[in-house]
């Protein structure tokens, strides 16, 4: 059961409600819900469906749950991480197949762009400056050599 305090401008829900949310979070049906909470289903279904206090609190704990979830799910990617990191460093085969196995195909054939130099910025820079010097030459006329 919710304890929480309700947020400002809220209607206070009843405990038979939020026993209500508490099993539609866990995945069950309008009916089980009516069950927990000692309600026919068809209650449920309008506190669901027409009762806009109802809806809020159930969105909001969704949205809470949902970044609960997120939390823990980056906790344990970074943990995997440190694993698989640890044991490729040690030289273990299986695992560093499996980090390969992983990447897209193009990335493990395809060499890396190299950052353009000083003078390919400048060659640029130039080119740009020569199409809007015609450009400006020619205000009126589209521009050909697109």
Sequence with gaps: MNNESTRPNQTRLSDKQHLAIDVLLTGGTHREAAEAAGVARTTVTEWVNHRSEFC????????????????????????????????VADGDLRAALGVLRLLPREALHRAPTP???????????????????RLEAQPDSPDSST
């Design 56 to 87: 809020r609190e159930l969105e909001h704990r969704r949205w809470q749950r949902a970044e609960q979830v997120n939390d823990r799910i980056g906790a344990l990617t970074t943990r995997s991480l440190d694993v698989i990191e640890k044991h």
């Design 115 to 133: 950052p353009p130099t000083a003078q390919q910025g400048e060659d640029v820079g130039a080119m740009l400056r020569a199409r809007l010097a």
